[in-house]
């Protein structure tokens, strides 16, 4: 029996969500930028108990403590909203996953809520793996799902790897994904989800997400978008038809680079088989909740509040970001040592005309500068050089602003060879697969001016023409040593 106390904390915690969810209401009414810059965190909630903290104040501590025993039981059986724990939930975490759940679903009048991880490799885990069970009692059949094969290098990995060859769970692979009937032709009774990335990391594939998740729900499944490169600036995938989004946080939304961060945003009511009702109804809920708290992958409240200050002028930045990019991919499109260029905002892009059919600048209809939508096409993109696999490398060597690393989303523009780093641990073959040959290199457009990344670039490309350049030399180089060499970023 619940002692009486029990049911005044619980009395009051309905009032208090009740007021939240009226909060969110009001929220949802704003401008794209208005939400992002406040989210769910409100005027009174600072005045009444954060001390008028105007930002996010840092919960930075494990646990909640509470009033008495009746409080606790209530709180740990999940009767009134608590964090008790932080690998659960915390204040701080709430605040981003509020306003990811509302920027997700903008536009739309669809429910949304989120769960955010300490990566966007956690985030794909706990996507994915809960569809990927044997219910008590059901016989044990054999799993597949169907996912494009060009993904991000650890995605790559995540699924070849953790999932088919250590689990046994067939990944088919769409390789053409603007192919209906593929997708379709990879669809049995043991398929459990749909998986897509776009526009994909580091070719840009798009494809149709409407057609795809029709196609999905026609089957009694979900459709899982990783939308880590449009960020819902450009691109709100859920307003597609999908069920679920995946963000690797890190990247764009977190522009900064303080740190490293995922979330799962999910719509109410899924489209799935599995026979789990909580599942169904609030997925990202339900991960936090259950599967999640008892694996782990949570977030630390510091990056969360780091990521949420990224968050507010997202729109801004990404606007910006694309405009640069767009200007840096004709630099590149008309130069003799460039053999191709892949950025949906060329014409010249096989699948320009369906990403400008959806990736659309947030609000740019209200905005003074632009009054109409506008097309933005993110901030990464790829090219080939006209040459071999060392005069790739050459050139990215002579780059001397623009830097290398394994990441992108920075406000500091930055390249890659995919082949020798985030795509190497896939092999000859899985890049074959992918499209990613030797003289690709990817590169993140950041938020310098535009004049100065094309006067690096071209310096760079000038050493196909026998320029050399010192780079800078190994004796200043202090941290090298302690660096694990694994491709990721
Ligand atoms: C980087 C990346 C990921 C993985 O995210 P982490 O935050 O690095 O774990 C997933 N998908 C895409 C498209 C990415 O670029």
Redesign the pocket.
């Known amino acids: 029996m619940t002692a009486p106390t029990t049911n005044r904390y619980i009395e009051a915690a309905a009032k208090a969500v009740q007021w939240h969810q009226e909060y969110r209401i009001r929220m949802r009414s704003c401008r794209f930028d208005t939400i992002a810059v406040h989210g769910i965190y409100s005027m009174q909630e600072a005045l009444d108990f954060n001390q008028g903290s105007i930002i996010e104040p840092v919960y930075m501590s494990t646990s909640q403590g509470y009033r008495d025993s009746d409080e606790m039981e209530a709180a740990l059986g999940y009767k009134i909203p608590t964090w008790c724990y932080s690998r659960i939930a915390n204040p701080s975490i709430y605040y981003l996953e509020g306003v990811l759940a509302l920027l997700e679903g903008f536009g739309t009048d669809i429910d949304t809520s989120c769960l955010a991880t300490s990566?966007?490799?956690?985030?794909?885990q706990s996507a994915t793996d809960p569809f990927l069970i044997t219910l008590p009692g059901q016989p044990a059949k054999p799993m597949n799902f169907v996912a494009t094969a060009q993904?991000?290098g650890?995605?790559y990995q995540q699924f070849s790897v953790r999932k088919q060859q250590e689990r046994n769970i067939e990944w088919r692979k769409v390789i053409h994904s603007t192919d209906l009937n593929e997708w379709e032709s990879l669809i049995d009774e043991n398929t459990r989800f749909l998986y897509g990335?776009l526009p994909?990391?580091p070719c840009l594939a798009f494809f149709d997400i409407r057609a795809v998740a029709d196609l999905a729900h026609k089957y009694g499944l979900p459709l899982i978008i990783?939308s880590?490169?449009a960020t819902p600036a450009l691109l709100r995938p859920l307003a597609h038809g999908a069920d679920i989004v995946?963000q690797?946080?890190?990247?764009s939304l977190f522009s900064s680079g303080f740190g490293?961060?995922?979330a799962v945003i999910s719509k109410k009511d899924i489209t799935t088989s599995i026979d789990i009702p909580e599942m169904k109804s609030d997925f990202a809920t339900y991960l936090k909740l259950l599967p999640d708290r008892d694996n782990g992958p949570n977030l630390s409240p510091m990056n969360a509040i780091l990521a949420l200050n990224d968050i507010r002028l997202i729109r801004t930045k990404m606007d910006l970001f694309s405009r640069s990019t767009m200007t840096v991919a004709k630099f590149l499109e008309s130069q003799s040592h460039v053999d191709s260029v892949n950025y949906l905002g060329l014409e010249s892009n096989d699948c320009h005309e369906l990403a400008s059919r959806d990736m659309v600048l947030v609000d740019s209809e209200f905005d003074e500068q632009y009054g109409k939508k506008v097309n933005r096409y993110g901030h990464?993109m790829s090219f080939r050089i006209k040459g071999n696999a060392k005069q790739t490398r050459d050139v990215f060597d002579a780059l001397q602003m623009i830097w290398r690393a394994t990441d992108?989303?920075r406000v500091k523009s930055v390249a890659t060879i995919p082949a020798i780093s985030?795509h190497s641990q896939q092999g000859e073959e899985g890049r074959k697969i992918a499209g990613i040959p030797d003289n690709l290199i990817r590169l993140c457009v950041g938020g310098e001016h535009p004049d100065d990344i094309i006067k690096d670039l071209d310096r760079a490309l000038s050493v196909l023409d026998g320029k050399t350049f010192a780079v800078s030399s190994p004796e200043f180089s202090a941290g090298g040593a302690s660096s694990a060499k694994l491709g990721?970023?």
């Open positions: 990566s966007g490799m956690a985030a794909i993904v991000y650890g995605t990335e994909s990391n990783d880590t490169v995946v690797s946080v890190t990247k490293i961060c995922g990464l992108l989303g985030t990721d970023g």
